[in-house]
C-alpha cells in the first residue's frame, strides 16, 4: 500500500496553527515594553514614598527642598537661592527662612542642633551652630573645649 499523501490544504493549516517566528518575537517584545512599565511605575511609587517619608518630619512654615541636587551642578543651587523669597535670613543648608543664623534648623530630622558661641565676643546669639545625630551635646562641647590640638584618646570611650 502506498502512504497517504499530504495535500497542500493540510501543510498550509499547519502552518497557521503554529506561531511564526515574527509573531513569537513580537509577543516577547510586548512582554518586555509591558515589565519595564509596570518596573517604572513601581519605582516611582516608592520614590514617591519615600520622599514623602522622609519629608514627614519637618516643622511647618519652614521651606525645605523636596528635590535633590544633582552631583556637582552648583546651578540648582543658585537657582533655588535666586528663587527664594526670604527677607529674614535664608539658611544656607536648608535654604529655610528664619529670623537670624542660631535659628537655622538642621537639614535632617534625627539631628539635634548643638549651639556654641561666638569667638569674640562669647554671645551665643552671634555664635553658630553644628547638627549633629546624638542623643545630647556633651561630645560637642567636650571637643570645642580641647580646641584644635585634641587626640582622639582624649576622647571618652562609648
Not at 493549516?13 to 510586548?30: D, E, G, I, K, T
Request: aromatic share 6%; hydrophobic share 30%.
Amino acid at each position: 500500500m502506498r502512504p497517504a499523501r499530504r495535500t497542500q490544504s493540510s501543510t498550509t493549516a499547519q502552518r497557521r496553527s503554529s506561531p511564526a517566528p515574527v509573531q513569537s518575537l513580537l509577543s516577547l517584545a510586548l512582554s518586555a515594553l509591558l515589565a519595564v512599565t509596570l518596573l517604572g511605575q513601581t519605582a516611582n511609587a516608592q520614590g514617591g514614598f519615600f520622599q514623602h517619608f522622609f519629608n514627614a518630619g519637618q516643622a511647618s512654615g519652614e521651606a525645605h527642598e523636596q528635590e535633590a541636587p544633582p552631583s556637582g551642578d552648583s546651578r540648582w543651587w543658585n537657582e533655588r537661592v535666586d528663587a527664594a523669597t526670604c527677607i529674614r535670613y535664608l539658611c544656607p543648608r536648608t535654604l529655610s527662612c528664619v529670623d537670624k543664623p542660631a535659628n537655622c534648623p538642621c537639614p535632617f530630622p534625627e539631628q539635634i542642633r548643638c549651639p556654641y558661641a561666638d569667638g569674640e565676643s562669647k554671645s551665643m546669639d552671634l555664635g553658630g551652630h553644628t547638627c549633629v545625630s546624638e542623643k545630647d551635646c556633651n561630645r560637642v562641647a567636650l571637643m570645642r573645649s580641647l580646641g584644635s590640638n585634641f587626640k582622639l584618646s582624649d576622647l571618652p570611650q562609648r
